[in-house]
C-alpha cells in the first residue's frame, strides 16, 4: 500500500473507479448546494487541489494497492496558529475494501500530520450511517467527539457527521506503530 500524490495521469483510473462505485459511494459524496453532480472534471480538481496543497492547505493522495490506484485520501483544512489541525476524508474502490488499506492509509496520513508536520489534531467527520468509513476510525482508536449536526451538504441535503479526533498525545509512537500491533495482535500480517 503506497499514498502518494494525486496526479492527472491518474484520471481515466479514477473516472472508472468513481463509474463502477457510484452506487457504493453516492450516499457519502459531499456535493454543493444547487450544483449539477459531477460539474467539476478530474483534471480541474487535480489542480485545485494541487493549487491549495502549494499553499499548505491541503495533502491530496493517491491510495495505490500493488501498483494499482486503488482510492483516494484528501488531507484538507489545515490550520496552523494555536489550533494545528487537519481534517481527513477518503473512499476506496468496493472490490478493495475490508483489507486494511483503508485504515493503513489513514495511519500513514495521520502520522504525517502529526509528527511529520507537526500538527497537534486530526479529525475525520463521518456520517452515522456510513458502518463502513466509521469502522475505519475505530480500528484505529479515534475517539468520538460529538455529532456535529447538519455539518456537510452530502447527496443532496444537509448531513450531520460524527466526529472522530486523534491527537498527537494520543498516538506518541505514531498511529502506524499503534496500527501494526493491533494487526499483529490479531494475526494479521502488519
Not at 483534471?43 to 487541489?49: E, F, N, Q, T, Y
Not at 473512499?91 to 483503508?102: E, K, P
Not at 493503513?104 to 456520517?127: F, K, N, P, Y
Request: proline share 5%.
Amino acid at each position: 500500500m503506497l499514498l502518494r500524490p494525486l496526479r492527472v495521469r491518474d484520471g481515466e483510473m479514477w473516472r472508472a473507479l468513481r463509474r463502477s462505485n457510484a452506487a457504493w459511494l453516492s450516499p457519502w459524496e459531499a456535493t454543493r448546494p444547487g450544483a449539477e453532480a459531477g460539474e467539476m472534471g478530474f483534471a480541474p480538481m487535480v489542480r485545485r487541489l494541487r493549487a491549495e496543497a502549494r499553499t499548505g492547505r491541503t495533502l491530496p493522495f493517491a491510495l495505490d494497492y500493488h501498483g494499482r490506484f486503488v482510492g483516494q485520501l484528501t488531507v484538507a483544512g489545515i490550520t496552523w496558529g494555536s489550533l494545528c489541525a487537519a481534517n481527513v476524508g477518503y473512499w476506496i474502490d468496493q472490490s478493495h475494501a475490508g483489507r486494511g488499506i483503508m485504515p493503513t492509509a489513514v495511519a500513514l496520513a495521520t502520522d504525517h500530520c502529526l509528527i511529520g508536520m507537526g500538527l497537534h489534531r486530526v479529525e475525520i467527520c463521518i456520517r452515522p450511517e456510513n458502518h463502513n468509513s466509521r469502522r475505519v476510525v475505530e480500528k484505529l482508536g479515534f475517539r468520538e467527539e460529538g455529532l456535529r449536526p447538519r455539518y456537510l451538504h452530502i447527496d443532496g441535503a444537509w448531513r450531520d457527521h460524527l466526529v472522530y479526533v486523534l491527537t498527537a498525545e494520543d498516538v506518541p509512537a505514531g498511529l502506524m506503530h499503534r496500527w501494526r500491533n493491533l494487526r499483529g495482535q490479531a494475526g494479521l500480517s502488519p
